[in-house]
Nanobody, 123 residues
Framework: EVRLVESGGGSVQAGGSLRLSCTAS????????IGWYRQAPGKECELVSTIRNDGYIYYTDAVKERFTVALDKAKSVMYLVMTNLEFGDTAMYYC????WGNGGDCPHRLGEWGQGTQVTVSS
């Protein structure tokens, strides 16, 4: 059974940093197929970052130059390092193996999803 567990969320002031971790187990696919998504209250699910099969790394425009995704395949962990956090980054963050693109309610989209970790940025 595939299991994805996020950790590292919290409350920070604008300009602060956090590192999210996604620990995977029971994978039947490559760790790089997992992406980071987020959903703020009242908003649709948004793909934040993922790594394409050819190695291309995607970041949504709002987080470019501030967020960095990284893999540790030996530990089966995917990281999202978030710097210079902004109020607009406040959301529940999920790691998941799901489709590219935005829309819907994150944990109810097709695919494998973690339980999420909350990031709250105060201005």
């Amino acid at each position: 059974e595939v299991r994805l567990v996020e950790s590292g969320g919290g409350s920070v002031q604008a300009g602060g940093s956090l590192r999210l971790s996604c620990t995977a187990s029971g994978l039947t696919f490559d760790l790089s197929e997992i992406g980071w998504y987020r959903q703020a209250p009242g908003k649709e699910c948004e793909l934040v970052s993922t790594i394409r099969n050819d190695g291309y790394i995607y970041y949504t425009d709002a987080v470019k130059e501030r967020f960095t995704v990284a893999l540790d395949k030996a530990k089966s962990v995917m990281y999202l390092v978030m710097t210079n956090l902004e109020f607009g980054d406040t959301a529940m963050y999920y790691c998941a193996r799901s489709s590219w693109g935005n829309g819907g309610d994150c944990p109810h989209r097709l695919g494998e999803w973690g339980q999420g970790t909350q990031v709250t940025v105060s201005s």
